[in-house]
């Protein structure tokens, strides 16, 4: 039910009950204002558009807080997602009032600080998806984040870094007793989490395979759990006699005799997780005088080149890695692969030598009898 009156100053009252009986009241000075609002109002209702303005006073804090315990993702996930719903600088005020210029503030603050770009394109994508969820919810009529776009990343090939032979001897040299850890991550491309979270169990050494079973996630001692892995990373990794060998020497050591036991835990018998692995990291990486920038996962990227460099195909190397889809293989390392101007120019060098040679060969006689 709607109505439009003028009151006694000349201004237009109009007004419109919801569904729930609750009456919306608004004040223009032109009668065709008051119009417009009021068949604006009642076009979202018959569309199904419509959003009790009320809605929108919830806190962001207190809209996400609910939304993210909707959820059934994991622990890292949720961790995730907290950081990033926590990080906008509209904790506080009512989810309605956000606007656009807000997001793309704050966007702009998130690079400022010096945070990866990749970093914040994941925060951005909660943010949106937490506007969205919202919309969907009557809770906004439009999303304050659609259309944000997160700073551009630098290009694989820039930002990448990969380890040498030399260098990779160096780290492998460095590693001490953390070195069996290293290897699983330069030799097989395991992730951290799934290094730490590797059991005897997973290990076929008649095969020569590693299973991707499981991972780690949480970055302390209280926190660290075995979780299964990224979805879509489960998988069997080929691995080379080389590797079997230390592993097979590194059980030994460590009198690991269950298919439960874990491979690799620190001296106390916790876990290794992203904090403490990071630590030892650290530590290897200086003792090996490797850049400050190279990560564990820079021996997973390492691990990667090798296969490129020794003509395994995009299939192949998605699925030594434990990428979803052979696309995101390639969007990480397309760089890596030859070009088509280098396989052009290889294959028509391969033609020019043939001919030179069939050219150069001395041509056979032949004698009448």
Same mark, same amino acid.
């Given at each position: 039910?709607?109505?439009?009156?003028?009151?006694?100053?000349?201004?237009? %009252? +109009?007004?419109? $009950? !919801?569904?729930?009986?609750?009456?919306? &009241?608004?004040?223009?000075?032109?009668?065709?204002? =008051?119009? @417009?609002?009021?068949?604006?109002?009642?076009?979202?209702?018959?569309?199904?558009?419509?959003?009790?303005?009320?809605?929108?006073?919830?806190?962001?804090?207190?809209?996400?807080?609910?939304?993210?315990?909707?959820?059934?993702?994991?622990?890292?996930?949720?961790?995730?997602?907290?950081?990033?719903?926590?990080?906008?600088?509209?904790?506080?005020?009512?989810?309605?009032?956000?606007?656009?210029?807000?997001?793309?503030?704050?966007?702009?603050?998130?690079?400022?600080?010096?945070?990866?770009?990749?970093?914040?394109?994941?925060?951005?994508?909660?943010?949106?998806?937490?506007? %969205? +969820?919202?919309? $969907? !919810?009557?809770?906004?009529?439009?999303? &304050?984040?659609?259309?944000?776009?997160?700073?551009? =990343?630098? @290009?694989?090939?820039?930002?990448?870094?990969?380890?040498?032979?030399?260098?990779?001897?160096?780290?492998?040299?460095?590693?001490?007793?953390?070195?069996?850890?290293?290897?699983?991550?330069?030799?097989?491309?395991?992730?951290?989490?799934?290094?730490?979270?590797?059991?005897?169990?997973?290990?076929?050494?008649?095969?020569?395979?590693?299973?991707?079973?499981?991972?780690?996630?949480?970055?302390?001692?209280?926190?660290?759990?075995?979780?299964?892995?990224?979805?879509?990373?489960?998988?069997?990794?080929?691995?080379?006699?080389?590797?079997?060998?230390?592993?097979?020497?590194?059980? +030994?050591?460590?009198?690991?005799?269950?298919?439960?036991?874990?491979?690799?835990?620190?001296?106390?018998?916790?876990?290794?997780? @992203?904090?403490?692995?990071?630590?030892?990291?650290?530590?290897?990486?200086?003792?090996?005088?490797?850049?400050?920038?190279?990560?564990?996962?820079?021996?997973?990227?390492?691990?990667?080149?090798?296969?490129?460099?020794?003509?395994?195909?995009?299939?192949?190397?998605?699925?030594?890695?434990?990428?979803?889809?052979?696309?995101?293989?390639?969007?990480?390392?397309?760089?890596?692969?030859?070009?088509?101007?280098?396989?052009?120019?290889?294959?028509?060098?391969?033609?020019?030598?043939?001919?030179?040679?069939?050219?150069?060969?001395?041509?056979?006689?032949?004698?009448?009898?």
């Amino acid at each position: 039910m709607a109505s439009i009156k003028q009151r006694p100053d000349g201004v237009w %009252r +109009a007004r419109y $009950r !919801d569904d729930a009986g609750k009456e919306h &009241a608004k004040h223009f000075k032109l009668k065709r204002d =008051a119009q @417009r609002w009021i068949d604006e109002v009642t076009a979202s209702v018959v569309t199904g558009q419509y959003v009790d303005p009320r809605a929108g006073r919830v806190l962001w804090s207190e809209w996400t807080r609910a939304w993210m315990e909707r959820q059934t993702w994991t622990q890292g996930t949720l961790d995730a997602a907290h950081t990033a719903v926590q990080s906008v600088t509209w904790t506080d005020d009512p989810i309605a009032r956000v606007k656009p210029s807000d997001v793309t503030a704050w966007v702009a603050s998130e690079s400022k600080r010096g945070l990866a770009a990749s970093t914040i394109a994941t925060r951005l994508n909660y943010v949106q998806m937490a506007f %969205r +969820a919202a919309v $969907r !919810d009557k809770v906004i009529a439009d999303s &304050a984040a659609a259309g944000v776009k997160p700073p551009r =990343a630098r @290009r694989a090939e820039a930002s990448m870094k990969i380890l040498d032979a030399e260098q990779s001897s160096a780290a492998l040299a460095a590693a001490g007793d953390f070195r069996p850890f290293v290897e699983v991550c330069l030799f097989a491309g395991l992730r951290l989490g799934e290094a730490a979270g590797l059991q005897l169990g997973d290990v076929n050494f008649l095969r020569r395979t590693i299973s991707v079973q499981r991972q780690v996630q949480g970055s302390t001692h209280k926190a660290a759990n075995l979780v299964p892995p990224k979805a879509g990373s489960e998988r069997t990794i080929f691995v080379p006699d080389e590797l079997m060998t230390s592993l097979a020497a590194h059980v +030994a050591s460590e009198g690991i005799s269950k298919p439960t036991d874990q491979m690799f835990v620190e001296s106390l018998g916790r876990l290794w997780h @992203r904090n403490n692995a990071a630590d030892e990291w650290r530590k290897v990486r200086k003792a090996a005088g490797l850049p400050d920038d190279v990560t564990i996962h820079t021996l997973r990227h390492t691990f990667a080149s090798n296969l490129i460099a020794s003509g395994c195909d995009v299939v192949t190397v998605q699925r030594a890695l434990g990428h979803a889809q052979p696309s995101i293989t390639l969007n990480v390392y397309s760089h890596l692969w030859p070009s088509a101007e280098d396989k052009t120019r290889a294959a028509t060098a391969e033609f020019m030598k043939a001919i030179r040679e069939s050219a150069e060969s001395p041509q056979e006689s032949h004698s009448g009898a």
